[in-house]
């Protein structure tokens, strides 16, 4: 079992910047996949950023390529999302999600462990 705590989500302008961290506790989480999802009120959720459990293979919702950067702290069992150029459409609900596995998968269904998310709301 792992569990997941985000953190970092708020109210901000358009424009600003905002960086989401998930903890993790449990079993060893350097074997995990690591992924951020996200809901806006009345959408699907949807992948927006993934990392293999190295930390060396990401993958980006082509909706936040160039703005948004996740990374990943094994030895402090943390992922941190870092929200640049933030825009009213990024407004949602932002879920960590951690499944053990070697590779990174940006389709929910994998994803046995989740967070309980933290709120972002961007403000035009």
């Known amino acids: 079992q792992v569990q997941l705590v985000e953190s970092g989500g708020g109210f901000v302008q358009a424009g600003d910047s905002l960086r989401l961290s998930c903890a993790a506790s449990?079993?060893?989480?350097?074997?995990?996949?690591m992924a951020w999802f996200r809901q806006a009120p009345g959408k699907l959720r949807e992948c927006v950023a993934s990392?293999?459990?190295?930390?060396?293979?990401?993958w980006y919702g082509d909706f936040v390529k160039g703005r948004f950067t996740n990374s990943r702290d094994n030895p402090k069992n943390t992922v941190h999302l870092q929200m640049n150029s933030l825009k009213p459409d990024d407004t949602a609900v932002y879920y960590c999600?951690?499944?053990?596995?070697?590779?990174?998968?940006?389709?929910?269904?994998?994803?046995?462990?989740w967070g309980k998310g933290t709120k972002v709301t961007v403000s035009s």
């Open positions: 999600a951690a499944e053990p596995a070697s590779d990174l998968y940006t389709d929910q269904s994998w994803y046995h462990y």
């Open positions: 990392v293999n459990w190295s930390g060396g293979r990401t």
């Open positions: 449990g079993r060893t989480y350097s074997g995990y996949a």
